[in-house]
């Protein structure tokens, strides 16, 4: 009786139980391909908010008035004066 379950139960998890786990595998490796796409991105938008963090600290620790010398700029339309 135990040769023949086992036959049985080899005989099903070929037949039925094998295929599906291929195809498991393989939507999970397409369902990775896209996580790692999607993780780019927000390796991405993490940089650039890093970025735009540096920037504020160097606008909010040196203010203007005491680093640049800003002068109102004259604007001329060339041609028309």
Do not use: C, W
Not at 33 to 61: A, N, R, S, V
């Amino acid at each position: 009786m135990n040769k023949e379950l086992s036959e049985v139960l080899l005989d099903f998890y070929q037949k039925i139980l094998a295929p599906e786990f291929v195809s498991i595998q393989k939507k999970q490796a397409a369902h990775d391909e896209k996580f790692i796409y999607i993780i780019g991105h927000f390796d991405d938008l993490y940089k650039h908010l890093e970025k735009l963090e540096e920037e504020y600290q160097m606008i909010t620790f040196y203010p203007p008035s005491k680093t640049l010398n800003l002068k109102p700029l004259k604007l001329y339309k060339r041609g028309l004066e």
